[in-house]
C-alpha cells in the first residue's frame, strides 16, 4: 500500500513485484499482491509469482500468523494473470538498475544475482528470534537463499532486522487514523479485516493487540523517508545446522577480516514512521 502512494504520486517508480513463498504459496502471494495493487489504483505494475519453494528446504508457511491466505482474514479473489508470459525472472532482468526492496525470504536475489541496490527485511542481529531462539522467519525458511545473497553481494545490502522493525506497530487507534486519512480509497475497507488477525495473534503471544509492520517499516528505511542510524559490517547466515538454520551473524569487531557486505540498520525513526505512514495514506485519499 505503501509503495503504491508513492508511486501514484510519482516519487517513485515501482517497476514490478515478484512473489515468493513464505507466509503463504508464490502463487497465492502473487494473487494477494495484485489485489492490493488494485485496491489501491494501480494497474500499471506487473505481479508474477516466483518460485514455489526455498531452495534447499521444504517450504513452511504461516497461516497461523497470517491468515489461510496470508491477508489475515480479507481474502482476495481470484485474478488471472495480467503479465502476459512475463515472468519473475523476465522481470528482474528488465529493471538491472532498480532498487530491490526483499521483504520476504531472499529466494530470488540469491538465484538470480546480486543489485547494487537492495534493502532487505530479515536476521536477527544481537537479537532474540521469533521463529527459533536465534533466527527471524525470512532467514530461517531459506536460509541458503540468505546465506547465498550475502556471500555474492557486489555492494553492502541495507539490512533491516527484527530488533529494529518489531518497533514499528499499529493498534487499532493507529490503524483507525490511517484508514481515516485514506478516505474512500478501496484499501482503506480492507485494512481493519487484513490485520485484525494479525493483532488476535500478537495478542496470542502475548505481545498486546497490535500488529507489528516489519516490511512497510524496512521499505520506508530504505527509501530515506525516515531518518536511520547504520553499521557497516559483514554479516553470513547459517544454513546447515537444524538447530542453528537461519541464524544471522554481524561481525562487529571485524574478526573474520572479510570486506563488509551489508549495512546494518541499527535504529530508526519509529514517530517519523507513523507520520509518513498517514502523508502516504493521504496519498492515496488525492489521487
Same mark, same amino acid.
Given at each position: 500500500?505503501?509503495?503504491?502512494?508513492?508511486?501514484?504520486?510519482?516519487?517513485?517508480?515501482?517497476?514490478?513485484? /515478484?512473489?515468493?513463498?513464505?507466509?503463504?504459496?508464490?502463487?497465492?502471494?502473487?494473487?494477494?499482491?495484485?489485489?492490493?495493487?488494485?485496491?489501491?489504483?494501480? /494497474?500499471?505494475?506487473?505481479?508474477?509469482?516466483?518460485?514455489?519453494?526455498?531452495?534447499?528446504?521444504?517450504?513452511?508457511?504461516?497461516?497461523?500468523?497470517?491468515?489461510?491466505?496470508?491477508?489475515?482474514?480479507?481474502?482476495?479473489?481470484?485474478?488471472?494473470?495480467?503479465?502476459?508470459?512475463?515472468?519473475?525472472?523476465?522481470?528482474?532482468?528488465?529493471?538491472?538498475?532498480?532498487?530491490?526492496?526483499?521483504?520476504?525470504?531472499?529466494?530470488?536475489?540469491?538465484?538470480?544475482?546480486?543489485?547494487?541496490?537492495?534493502?532487505?527485511?530479515?536476521?536477527?542481529?544481537?537479537?532474540?528470534?521469533?521463529?527459533?531462539?536465534?533466527?527471524?522467519?525470512?532467514?530461517?525458511?531459506?536460509?541458503?537463499?540468505?546465506?547465498?545473497?550475502?556471500?555474492?553481494?557486489?555492494?553492502?545490502?541495507?539490512?533491516?532486522?527484527?530488533?529494529?522493525?518489531?518497533?514499528?506497530?499499529?493498534?487499532?487507534?493507529?490503524?483507525?487514523?490511517?484508514?481515516?486519512?485514506?478516505?474512500?480509497?478501496?484499501?482503506?475497507?480492507?485494512?481493519?479485516?487484513?490485520?485484525?488477525?494479525?493483532?488476535?495473534?500478537?495478542?496470542?503471544?502475548?505481545?498486546?493487540?497490535?500488529?507489528?509492520?516489519?516490511?512497510?517499516?524496512?521499505?520506508?528505511?530504505?527509501?530515506?523517508?525516515?531518518?536511520?542510524?547504520?553499521?557497516?559490517?559483514?554479516?553470513?547466515?547459517?544454513?546447515?545446522?537444524?538447530?542453528?538454520?537461519? /541464524?544471522?551473524?554481524?561481525?562487529?569487531?571485524?574478526?573474520?577480516?572479510?570486506?563488509?557486505?551489508?549495512?546494518?540498520?541499527?535504529?530508526?525513526?519509529?514517530?517519523?514512521?507513523?507520520?509518513?505512514?498517514?502523508?502516504?495514506?493521504?496519498?492515496?485519499?488525492?489521487?
Amino acid at each position: 500500500m505503501y509503495l503504491a502512494a508513492l508511486h501514484r504520486a510519482g516519487e517513485i517508480e515501482l517497476c514490478a513485484v /515478484t512473489c515468493t513463498a513464505g507466509n503463504t504459496t508464490a502463487a497465492q502471494a502473487a494473487i494477494n499482491s495484485r489485489y492490493i495493487l488494485r485496491r489501491c489504483g494501480v /494497474t500499471d505494475v506487473p505481479v508474477a509469482a516466483g518460485e514455489a519453494a526455498p531452495i534447499a528446504v521444504d517450504l513452511v508457511t504461516t497461516p497461523e500468523t497470517h491468515g489461510p491466505t496470508g491477508l489475515g482474514y480479507l481474502r482476495a479473489p481470484e485474478m488471472a494473470p495480467e503479465d502476459g508470459n512475463q515472468t519473475w525472472r523476465d522481470l528482474w532482468a528488465g529493471y538491472p538498475r532498480a532498487h530491490v526492496m526483499v521483504v520476504g525470504p531472499a529466494t530470488h536475489l540469491a538465484l538470480w544475482g546480486a543489485r547494487e541496490q537492495v534493502t532487505l527485511m530479515g536476521g536477527a542481529y544481537f537479537y532474540p528470534g521469533n521463529t527459533t531462539p536465534t533466527a527471524e522467519w525470512n532467514s530461517w525458511v531459506d536460509p541458503h537463499a540468505a546465506k547465498r545473497a550475502f556471500a555474492q553481494a557486489t555492494a553492502p545490502i541495507t539490512v533491516c532486522s527484527l530488533g529494529v522493525t518489531e518497533r514499528f506497530t499499529l493498534d487499532p487507534s493507529s490503524l483507525d487514523a490511517v484508514v481515516a486519512a485514506l478516505g474512500s480509497a478501496g484499501i482503506a475497507r480492507d485494512l481493519p479485516e487484513l490485520l485484525r488477525f494479525y493483532f488476535e495473534f500478537h495478542r496470542d503471544q502475548g505481545e498486546g493487540y497490535l500488529a507489528q509492520i516489519h516490511d512497510l517499516f524496512s521499505c520506508m528505511i530504505g527509501l530515506g523517508t525516515v531518518a536511520s542510524r547504520v553499521r557497516l559490517t559483514r554479516i553470513d547466515v547459517e544454513a546447515q545446522s537444524p538447530l542453528l538454520r537461519g /541464524t544471522t551473524v554481524a561481525d562487529a569487531r571485524g574478526h573474520w577480516g572479510l570486506p563488509p557486505n551489508a549495512l546494518l540498520i541499527e535504529e530508526a525513526d519509529v514517530d517519523g514512521a507513523h507520520r509518513e505512514l498517514l502523508r502516504a495514506a493521504a496519498l492515496l485519499r488525492e489521487c
